[in-house]
């Protein structure tokens, strides 16, 4: 039985309280570059449109714009230059492919530093958690939580090597900086041993393939809420309406969030199939069944059977746009339940994991 060290464990709590402080930092960061950007694309807007009158105002239409990295906007030619920055004409959403054009996005470019400065803060208290355990760090329902909020963000800034996904960052972090609120707030649990079943090589199987995939639906839960956000906006401009969502110019088209949604879903989805899986082997091994009907096992398949209708109904029913984007949004709100409501209220076997 390894020894506690107390002491790592209060660094740990103390590198947790860093990190929220950091990521609160950060979100607010990345807030501002959605409201600055946003302002600064509709004062392009504006002064193209008023180009045709007045030839200066389109050479200043232009400057504005380069200043987002995009071409110069002045005339009509200028405009349907002005993808390059990131954005299309059409509903002034930014481009569908979320690839990065360069634009000199400076409170973008803080959001993530401070991002990357907490993940490695956060990471820190992950670490020092375990060695203070002396096992994983994901034994109880704030270690789940702590490890879980680290693993998203992690994701987050990994994907975000790839593609620009900055407008994410908002509700990615808001929700990271949630997670470890209640973590220390509803779910603390001092550093100590694991009770005799959670002492299995399955625990570190199972559960980490749980985080990861609850990682990355947490990452397609601020997509499909974007993407109704997004689509209820296109419907808008398209009947002439003015745009309240002016944020959202920044956000890729509704259908663009909606299949890298999808792809990012199929995965997480493999994923908690294995959860599911070898959750019912170490049941086998720790109760002598692979499957009760205990209230954490049903949730765990619920889930499971909610993601399976998603991906079936959108690739094969034809399920796409908003109902696509509201049956994410569901199955998402069963990962909460099955790790709320089903840990706290309901009594089980697993009630004394928090897991």
């Known amino acids: 039985m390894p020894v506690i060290n107390e002491t790592l ?54 400057r504005v714009a380069a200043g987002l990295g995009g071409a ?30 360069g634009e000199r996005r400076a409170p973008a470019r803080v959001a993530v530093a401070l991002t990357v400065l ?44 790839r593609r620009d996904l900055r407008f994410l960052g908002t509700f990615v972090i808001g929700l990271a900086i949630i997670m470890l609120v209640a973590a220390s707030a509803a779910f603390w649990t001092p550093v100590g041993h694991l009770v005799p079943a959670l002492q299995s090589y399955w625990l570190i199987i199972h559960v980490s393939i749980a985080v990861l995939s609850s990682a990355l639906f947490t990452l397609t839960f601020a997509m499909s809420v974007l993407q109704l956000l997004q689509s209820y906006r296109q419907k808008n401009l398209a009947a002439g309406r003015k745009d309240n969502l002016g944020f959202m110019r920044l956000v890729p088209n509704a259908l663009s969030l909606e299949n890298l949604s999808y792809r990012i879903n199929a995965i997480a989805f493999i994923g908690w199939t294995f959860t599911l899986m070898f959750g ?76």
């Open 9 to 62: 464990g209060q660094y740990s709590e103390l590198f947790m309280l860093l990190a929220a402080g950091t990521y609160t930092v950060a979100f607010i960061a990345f807030a501002w570059d959605l409201a600055k950007s946003s302002k600064m694309l509709r004062a392009v807007d504006q002064k193209a449109a008023a180009s045709t009158a007045d030839p200066k105002v389109s050479v200043a239409a232009g």
């Open 72 to 101: 110069d906007a002045g005339g009509p030619a200028g405009r349907a230059e002005r993808p390059t920055s990131g954005l299309t004409v059409e509903g002034g959403t930014a481009a569908g492919d979320m690839k990065y054009a």
């Open 118 to 161: 907490g993940v490695l803060i956060h990471g820190a208290g992950v670490v020092t958690r375990a060695f203070g355990a002396g096992r994983v760090p994901w034994g109880n329902m704030y270690e789940f939580l702590t490890t879980g909020a680290f693993v998203a963000v992690a994701v987050f800034l990994i994907v975000l090597i």
């Open 280 to 355: 019912a082997i170490w049941a086998e091994k720790a109760w002598g069944r692979f499957w009760g009907w205990d209230p954490k096992e049903v949730w765990t398949f619920v889930i499971w059977v909610v993601y399976a209708g998603y991906l079936h109904a959108r690739a094969t029913r034809g399920w796409t746009g908003t109902r696509a984007a509201w049956l994410s949004i569901v199955g998402y709100a069963c990962v909460i339940i099955n790790f709320t409501l089903v840990n706290t209220v309901f009594n089980g076997l697993h009630s004394y994991s928090g897991l």
